[in-house]
Antibody, heavy 125, light 108 residues
Framework: EVQLVESGGGLVQPGGSLRLSCAAS????????MNWVRQAPGKGLEWVSY????????YYADSVKGRFTISRDNAKNSLYLQMNSLRAEDTAVYYC??????????????????WGQGTLVTVSS | EIVMTQSPATLSVSPGERATLSCRAS??????LAWYQQKPGQAPRLLIY???TRATGIPARFSGSGSGTEFTLTISSLQSEDFAVYYC??????????FGQGTRLEIK
């Protein structure tokens, strides 16, 4: 059974730092691309960051670029999000999500097929 | 960045009736469109990918259609467990992959 379990959330002051972790099990973690997605209280979903299976390709949303760093440790089946210079608007539940590609003929569809339960990050003084 | 717009924001439907949710992209996303269901306090759950393919374990009452810029999620006969928030997501032109703002499906 695929499981993704986030941890590391909590209350942090503006300008502070936090490191989120996502422990993966039930699948070959090193074969999958991964993402972080967040959801502010009462709001919709916002993609935050992507990392390829090897970690060689990384993307960020403009809203977090230069402040957040995504990484992974395939030996530990773990995904991370280092969050620095946190702002009130970063307050959200952060989900890790497995990226999946379905190949057909000439192309592929991409989607997030498994999500963790989320970890709440609150940025407040 | 592709903007995804869902309508209506809230849809009130009686159990057993059909619900039709819409998602529009600001430019073509081909068929690279997914739908997710989210219940309060839970993570999103994948329903549909490739605009029309049900994910594993998703009941046949859920169906997706459309391509390009216009997409529809239809729930043919609403069950009590279907009342939730639904999001569409495009993953055709990325980064970023973008989500719609969600449609809340509530009991009438």
């Amino acid at each position: 059974e695929v499981q993704l379990v986030e941890s590391g959330g909590g209350l942090v002051q503006p300008g502070g730092s936090l490191r989120l972790s996502c422990a993966a099990s039930g699948f070959t973690f090193s074969s999958y691309e991964m993402n972080w997605v967040r959801q502010a209280p009462g709001k919709g979903l916002e993609w935050v960051s992507y990392i390829s299976s090897s970690g060689s390709t990384i993307y960020y949303a403009d809203s977090v670029k230069g402040r957040f760093t995504i990484s992974r440790d395939n030996a530990k089946n773990s995904l991370y999000l280092q969050m620095n210079s946190l702002r009130a608007e970063d307050t959200a539940v952060y989900y890790c999500a497995r990226d999946h590609q379905y190949y057909y003929g000439s192309g592929s569809y991409r989607y997030f097929d498994y999500w963790g339960q989320g970890t709440l990050v609150t940025v407040s003084s | 960045e592709i903007v995804m717009t869902q309508s209506p924001a809230t849809l009130s439907v009686s159990p057993g009736e059909r619900a039709t949710l819409s998602c529009r992209a600001s430019q073509s996303v081909s068929s690279n469109l997914a739908w997710y269901q989210q219940k309060p306090g839970q993570a999103p759950r994948l329903l549909i990918y490739g605009a029309s393919t049900r994910a594993t374990g998703i009941p046949a009452r859920f169906s997706g259609s459309g391509s390009g810029t216009e997409f529809t999620l239809t729930i043919s006969s609403l069950q009590s467990e279907d009342f939730a928030v639904y999001y569409c997501q495009q993953y055709n032109n990325w980064p970023p992959s973008t989500f719609g703002q969600g449609t809340r499906l509530e009991i009438k």
